[in-house]
């Protein structure tokens, strides 16, 4: 046991990966001559040679350094996700960092001079409404993001210069991105869309690629959820054209994996993955990957884990639900990420029904719906997989389904 405790986590995930597939570890390998091969063009070391090195891998002993993003490859994920960096020590405050809090911020605004210092303040509190999305209250954050808005808009009326004028158009967008997602996690569809098109005009009227393609994820988002798989990889294919190599194409790609996943199409999930895998393992690690707008490797397994459990690969799917969990509770039990993690407990309830375990599917089930902050159109898409499964294993009349079925009619109310 004291072997297995240090042991790092990549590690661990590395054996369970391979296992989840079935693979000895004389497979793995020969999947990872076959990848080095056709992206390198070498000769790949011997079988006998990588065997052992790959259980130096497995054991911890050995980190796979020049390896790392072939194994990566052949486990179909990022290099930085299989192997995350190491965290920077602490956190600090956005607006710290901007040199001056809300308050100055917004008096700096009621000033007829803008400076170049005030609009990258405002950059700043954009990106900290971004990054409270995870877990603040909906109401709240589209309050405080609606204001942000009115107060930037007026900033218009300002003399400004062409760039100072163009960043802010871009923020513009990126808070009506925000609060266009916020309404719709509270259901309010009709004014989601509205917000969502508000926002594509913005993207459109000063040509910024970040927010376009993530109006259009938004729109695929919106399709899957209300069941038009075929619009949701309508809406990916524009959004990827728009966005070209930006982080929002993987998960523009990853909305069309799970159409396809939803579809039976599984040739086309593979496609979508790797199309969407291709793009993170190209770019750097992003300096604040909470915010809401940035693709970090690591949501490479929340894809995947929603993917693999509609296809039927349940050991799969239970692998990253559990290290979607791992990433997204803190140490002391805080939930950082608690919309995802909601998912991921509805995919091991799935996971367990499936395989018969009545006990733990409803516990699982239940706890996913106690969550505060949750995106009803998402966490019902998921949700009502889980029905389907008690339905099939006639749970239906136990009353911990039941109690289920009435949590799952009220998370939108």
């Known amino acids: 046991m004291g072997a297995m405790s240090t042991r790092p986590a990549w590690a661990d995930r590395l054996r369970r990966e391979r296992e989840a597939r079935g693979w000895s570890q004389a497979r793995a390998v020969a999947n990872l001559q076959a990848v080095y091969s056709r992206s390198t063009g070498k000769e790949p070391p011997s079988a006998e040679s990588l065997v052992r090195q790959w259980k130096e891998w497995e054991a911890g002993r050995v980190t796979p350094r020049s390896w790392a993003p072939h194994i990566a490859m052949v486990l179909g994920t990022v290099t930085a996700d299989l192997f995350p960096p190491a965290a920077p020590a602490g956190e600090t405050s956005l607006l710290l960092e901007a040199g001056m809090d809300t308050a100055e911020l917004i008096a700096r605004l009621q000033r007829s001079s803008i400076t170049d210092a005030t609009v990258t303040a405002v950059e700043v509190t954009v990106e900290r409404l971004c990054t409270e999305y995870r877990y603040r209250e909906t109401r709240e954050l589209r309050a405080e993001g609606l204001a942000w808005l009115g107060r930037i808009t007026r900033l218009f009326d300002e003399r400004l210069s062409f760039a100072q004028h163009r960043d802010l158009l871009s923020l513009a967008g990126r808070l009506a991105l925000l609060v266009g997602c916020v309404e719709y996690d509270a259901g309010q569809h009709v004014a989601a ?68 996943a939803r579809l039976g199409n599984a040739h086309q999930v593979e496609l979508s993955l790797e199309r969407g895998r291709t793009v993170l393992e190209a770019l750097p690690m992003p300096s ?69 375990d009545a006990d733990a ?28 499964e008690f339905d099939r294993a006639q749970l239906s009349d136990d009353p911990r389904a039941r109690a289920y079925a009435d949590a799952l009619s009220d998370i939108g109310n």
């Not at 798989?229 to 294919?237: C, F, K, M, N, T």
């Open 193 to 260: 869309e509205a917000t969502r098109r508000y926002a594509l005009d913005l993207a459109n009227e000063v040509d910024d690629h970040h927010v376009g393609g993530w109006a259009h994820e938004m729109s695929a988002w919106f399709a899957l959820t209300s069941g038009d798989l075929h619009r949701v990889v309508a809406a990916a294919e524009h959004g990827i054209e728009v966005a070209g190599a930006r982080s929002v194409s993987a998960q523009l790609a990853a909305q069309a994996a799970k159409a396809w």
């Open 288 to 356: 604040n990957p909470d915010d809401h707008f940035v693709v970090d490797p690591a949501k490479q397994t929340y894809y995947e884990m929603d993917v693999h459990r509609n296809v039927g690969n349940d050991d799969r799917a239970v692998l990253y639900a559990e290290e979607v969990l791992r990433a997204g509770i803190r140490p002391d039990g805080v939930e950082r990420s608690p919309m995802r993690n909601a998912e991921a407990r509805i995919t091991l309830a799935v996971a367990a029904a499936r395989a018969g």
């Open 361 to 388: 599917a409803l516990d699982y089930g239940i706890e996913a719906l106690t969550g505060d902050r949750r995106s009803v159109p998402s966490l019902a898409l998921v949700a009502h997989e889980l029905t389907r």
